[in-house]
C-alpha cells in the first residue's frame, strides 16, 4: 500500500444526513479566523474536490475539518462542506461534530451533560449534550443568529409560475415554499421531483430576489425549503418539510438551519411565540426538536438565537488515501447524481 496522502475521518449522520468528520492528517487552512479558513478552502477548492468528489464522496455526503479555534472561548471549530457550498453554519453538521468530539473521545464527555462551545465559520454556537453510558444521546445546539429578509414576496418559476415565498436566513440562506403550492405530499417517493423542483425555485430566488447577509459575505441564497402545514398541540407545532440541497439532493435530516430560518418567519407572521415548540420533520420521518431562546438586534433587523436538538451516530472511521498514480486526484462529479 502507498499513498501521498491520508486523510482520517469518522464519519457520522445526525437525524439521517451524512456529517463525516476529519479528525487527521489535514494541516489548519491559512487565515486569520475561522470564516478566513472557510473562504480559503472554497477558493482553493483542493478538500472539497478529495473528499467530497467520487470515488471518496458523494452527492448525500458532507464533510467537517476540525480546526483549532481562533475564539479562545470554544472548545474546538469546524469548517463545513457541502456539495456547492462552504457554509457559515450547519444544524445537521455541527451535531455530527459534536457527537464525534465526545463519543470518539476528542473532548471529554461528562455525564448527565456536558456543556461546550464551538466555532463555526458564522460565530460561537453553545452546545449542550445530553449524554448518558459514553454517549451524547441528544445534541442541543444554539445557532447563530437567524432573521428573516423577505415575506411574502413573489417569485416566477418557469413551468410553475407565480410562487408566494418567503427568504430567511438561520445559519445559511432559504428560499421558503408551501409544499401545497406545489402539490407536495413530502413523501420519500417524491425526492427526486422534491429535489428538481427545489433547485428551480433556488435559482429563481436568486435571481429574483437575492440575499446579502448583513454582516458576512454571504450573498446568495443556498437552499430551497418546501414546508409542510403546521400542526399545534398546546405549545409544540410539529410540521414536515424538506431542504433541497443543490446540484439536487434532499436532507434526510430535518435541516437546522432550515428550521432556524423558518421559525425566524413563524416569529415574523405571529405564528409561532417565544413560548412554543417547533418539531421539524424530515421526509425519513426523522426529528429536530427547536425553539427560540431570545432575540436580538442584527445590524438593526430583529433576529433570534435559535435551539435545534437532534440525535447523531457514529457509523465508521475512515482513512483516504490518494495513489500517487491515480490520474484522477481530484476526483470527478457526473451529471447522472450530481445533477439537478
Ligand atoms: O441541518 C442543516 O442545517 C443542514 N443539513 C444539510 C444542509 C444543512 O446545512
Known amino acids: 500500500m502507498r499513498s501521498s496522502k491520508t486523510i482520517h ?21 491559512p487565515g ?5 479558513q472557510r ?5 482553493d477548492q483542493t478538500l472539497r474536490d478529495f473528499m467530497l468528489n467520487e470515488p471518496r464522496g458523494g452527492v448525500f455526503r458532507h464533510v467537517n475539518l476540525l480546526v483549532p479555534p481562533k475564539n479562545p ?21 455541527s451535531i455530527c461534530v459534536s457527537t464525534v468530539l465526545l463519543d470518539s473521545g476528542i473532548l471529554p464527555m461528562h455525564e448527565p451533560e456536558t456543556r461546550l462551545t464551538l466555532e463555526a465559520p458564522g460565530g460561537l454556537v453553545r452546545v449542550r449534550a445530553e449524554c448518558r453510558n459514553g454517549k451524547a444521546e441528544r445534541i442541543y445546539v444554539q445557532n447563530v443568529p437567524s432573521f428573516v429578509d423577505k415575506l411574502d414576496a413573489r417569485i416566477e418559476v418557469e413551468g410553475i409560475g ?41 435559482d429563481a430566488a436568486n435571481e429574483q430576489l437575492g440575499f446579502n447577509h448583513p454582516t458576512k459575505d454571504w450573498n446568495h441564497i443556498s437552499f430551497c425549503q418546501i414546508a409542510g402545514p403546521l400542526n399545534r398541540q398546546g405549545d409544540i407545532l410539529t410540521g414536515r418539510n424538506t431542504v433541497a440541497i443543490k446540484p439536487g439532493k434532499l436532507d434526510r435530516s430535518p435541516c437546522g438551519t432550515g428550521a432556524s430560518a423558518r421559525m425566524a418567519v413563524l416569529l415574523a407572521k405571529g405564528q409561532m411565540s417565544m413560548n412554543d415548540r417547533y ?62
Not at 439521517?16 to 487527521?24: A, W
Not at 486569520?32 to 478566513?36: K, P, R, S, Y
Open 9 to 29: 475521518v469518522i464519519s457520522a449522520h445526525a437525524e439521517g444526513e451524512v456529517g463525516d468528520v476529519i479528525v487527521g492528517g489535514v494541516t489548519p487552512p
Open 32 to 36: 486569520e479566523t475561522v470564516w478566513d
Open 39 to 43: 473562504t480559503h478552502i472554497a477558493e
Open 73 to 93: 472561548e470554544a472548545a474546538a471549530a469546524f469548517i463545513i462542506m457541502e456539495p456547492e457550498d462552504t457554509p457559515p453554519m450547519s444544524g445537521s453538521n
Open 162 to 202: 407565480t410562487l408566494r415565498v418567503d427568504t430567511a436566513f438561520g445559519g445559511d440562506s432559504f428560499v421558503i415554499v408551501d409544499a401545497a403550492d406545489l402539490g407536495f405530499d413530502l413523501t420519500p417517493d417524491e425526492g427526486a421531483d422534491l429535489a428538481r423542483t427545489g433547485a428551480r425555485i433556488t
Open 279 to 340: 418539531h421539524a420533520r424530515s421526509v425519513i420521518d426523522s426529528e429536530f426538536r427547536c425553539r427560540i431562546v431570545d432575540q436580538l438586534d442584527l445590524n438593526g433587523r430583529m433576529a433570534i438565537t435559535p435551539e435545534i436538538s437532534g440525535r447523531g451516530w457514529i457509523t465508521g472511521t475512515h482513512q483516504h488515501m490518494l495513489d500517487p498514480e491515480d490520474p484522477w486526484p481530484g476526483g470527478y462529479r457526473l451529471s447522472d447524481t450530481w445533477g439537478a
